[in-house]
């Protein structure tokens, strides 16, 4: 599903009267992998197997570039050429107009076939650029979503985006561009190189240990300008981040009057990026000058020892000139080779990331004959002795020796303080994770002998932010079930209250809703993940309380909705108000990843345990 993109800004907070019956559901593992700040570099350039591997798909626009790559070389140094052979016969005063105009009609014949074969090089080597990229794109985000949730618990998505942006931006310049640059340079320098020894090999002996000379100072000026531009670009990154992170937040910035500091700040950063810009330019302009005092400086020396030997007659005015222009290309084809390896490192760094990416295997997979759950449905689950930790915090037992058989068409609230394991469940029923301990059974079958696309199939799940994606009403309502006919999607809006308000929106079900859903309220929103949930009919409903943050009309609309949606169906219900408790068949409440009590509201409520505790909070802070 595609969307254009959105700009959304922070949403007014809405606080309820009655606290939270059990607390926000479990948090999950945090990010732990660093954001790179800049370009990653290899020390070797093995990573880049992979990118020229998959380059190597193309063999006939391989060889198109290279034939490409080979007419201009030979078309470029042909160019030197012919200057001698105008300067020697057209202007050696007994030449006639024709010989001239055929003397310069052959070097237009040659300045054309190099533009031909310019564009045909760019194209070609452009084109292999881009579908490398995004082979490499399709295939990572082919497996990153075969990787379970855990995955991105302990990678940041974040930085995985940024690896799938920033990172195939290096490749894509690795294959488009360097590449053919650094063998168009090859070819160069060593054609060159053959020419200047043809027409005056004593010179080229010279300037052989000249180029040298005038390549260091690039290098090492080279080096430090990039050194200093990646500051420049972090600092310049800075200032975006900062302005984006501001008017984000200008409620607050205006509501607590820090419009002045907030300018402050921002003037700080500025300038900061000022001065690296300055240190930047200050080398550059050093650079500049050296290079020319340096590259002129020998074009006089080779120009003034030619002189001599045109005086001498030893070579022609031709050959001089042909050989101070090869020189030149040869000193230019030779400076580049030497950024090219720092471009290949980076891009061996950025291939090795993504390889990283590729190959991550799922830790939740089929088994190898998975078994087939029974026909029909009938929705009943067990959990036997159930112990589980995450990997990422392996010392803490998020679910311990957790026992639970549930019928079909039973609704069963879980409630308890943050912490306690409610979400948890959640995950080990959609095999997000595997216990390391007992088993969990969906209609008699382990989960772990099951396919987890087969066990998630009958499963349907309404969370509590109304998780939708940037597309159009229709492809969020049928995300559950995407053959869904529009008539079976304005059933289901019907049946979760969002007729109305669906009908409403400019262009009906192909109403775009912006990034997250942002053009509906969160009460809407609620209402279109209930109207996803009943398309999807599965026979098991998790409810990951979807009223705790609305207000009381949406949460009473929201709630007649989920009235329907339950009916007929084995819910779990992670509770966060009383009147999803009170309608609950049993109601289990954890501590600590234990059940320390089950049964009815009114049995719960006269047993005075830590469920009755809750529930007096909840009603004393709701009559205050």
């Not at 003397?103 to 090089?121: E, H, N, P, Q, W």
């Not at 994606?469 to 999607?489: E, Q, V």
């Amino acid at each position: 599903m595609h969307g254009e993109p959105q700009t959304r800004g922070i949403p007014d907070p809405q606080t309820g009267d009655e606290p939270d019956l059990l607390g926000t559901p479990e948090q999950g593992v945090g990010n732990t992998a660093a954001e790179a700040e800049e370009q990653p570099k290899s020390r070797n350039l093995a990573p880049l197997r992979m990118v020229f591997g998959t380059a190597m798909q193309y063999p006939r626009e391989i060889a198109f570039a290279m034939l490409a790559l080979l007419i201009t070389s030979a078309a470029t140094l042909a160019i030197p050429w012919r200057f001698k052979v105008i300067i020697d016969e057209a202007f050696g005063g007994t030449a006639t107009p024709d010989d001239i105009g055929t003397a310069f009609k052959y070097l237009l014949m040659i300045v054309l076939i190099l533009g031909m074969g310019t564009a045909l090089r760019f194209y070609f080597v452009s084109w292999l650029g881009e579908r490398v990229v995004a082979d490499i794109r399709l295939k990572v985000q082919n497996n990153l979503l075969r990787l379970s949730p855990g995955f991105y618990e302990v990678n940041s998505p974040k930085e995985i985006s940024s690896r799938m942006t920033s990172d195939t931006a290096v490749i894509e310049n690795v294959v488009g561009t360097t590449v053919s640059v650094a063998l168009r340079n090859s070819l160069t320098a060593i054609g060159g190189i053959g020419l200047l020894t043809y027409l005056a090999p004593s010179l080229t002996l010279g300037l052989l240990i000249g180029i040298p000379l005038v390549i260091a100072p690039i290098v090492f000026f080279g080096r430090k300008i990039r050194s200093v531009s990646r500051s420049s670009q972090d600092r310049i990154a800075d200032v975006g981040a900062y302005v984006t992170e501001v008017l984000s937040a200008m409620k607050i910035v205006q509501s607590f009057g820090q419009e002045s500091r907030e300018a402050a700040r921002f003037a700080s950063v500025v300038e900061e990026t000022f001065a690296t810009a300055r240190r930047r330019i200050l080398l550059r302009a050093a650079m500049t000058s050296i290079v020319i005092l340096l590259v002129f400086g020998g074009v006089v020396l080779v120009m003034w020892r030619g002189a001599l030997a045109v005086a001498e007659g030893t070579i022609s005015g031709g050959t001089i000139a042909a050989f101070v222009l090869t020189g030149g290309l040869v000193a230019g084809a030779l400076g580049s080779l030497t950024e090219v390896y720092g471009d290949l490192l980076r891009g061996a760094g950025a291939a090795s990331r993504l390889a990283e990416l590729l190959h991550a295997t799922p830790e939740i997979a089929p088994p190898a004959r998975p078994e087939r759950l029974p026909e029909p449905a009938r929705g009943s689950l067990s959990f036997r002795n159930v112990t589980f930790r995450y990997p990422a915090r392996p010392e803490t037992a998020a679910l311990k020796d957790f026992t639970l058989e549930i019928e079909p068409g039973e609704t069963i609230a879980i409630v308890g303080p943050s912490g306690a394991g409610k979400s948890t469940i959640f995950q080990l029923v959609e095999r997000f994770y595997d216990p390391q301990g007992g088993t969990i059974r969906l209609d008699g079958v382990p989960l772990t002998a099951a396919d987890p696309g087969e066990v998630r199939s009958r499963i349907a799940l309404v969370p509590q932010d109304g998780v939708l994606f940037s597309a159009n009403a229709r492809d969020n309502l049928r995300y559950g079930k995407w053959d869904a006919s529009d008539a079976d999607i304005w059933d289901a809006a019907r049946a979760a209250n969002a007729e109305t308000f669906l009908r409403a929106l400019p262009q009906g079900l192909d109403t775009y809703l912006g990034e997250g859903g942002t053009q509906l309220s969160g009460g809407q929103q609620q209402r279109v993940a209930i109207a996803r949930a009943l398309l999807r009919d599965a026979p098991i409903l998790l409810l990951d309380e979807a009223t705790s943050a609305l207000d009381a009309e949406s949460e009473q609309l929201v709630q007649q909705a989920l009235d329907k949606l339950m009916a007929n169906r084995t819910t779990l219900v992670i509770a966060h108000r009383l009147a999803t408790v009170r309608a609950a068949d049993r109601i289990v409440v954890l501590e600590d990843g234990r059940i320390v009590e089950q049964g009815t509201h009114d049995a719960l409520s006269k047993a005075g345990g830590l469920y009755a505790r809750l529930a007096s909070l909840q009603f004393t802070n709701a009559a205050a």
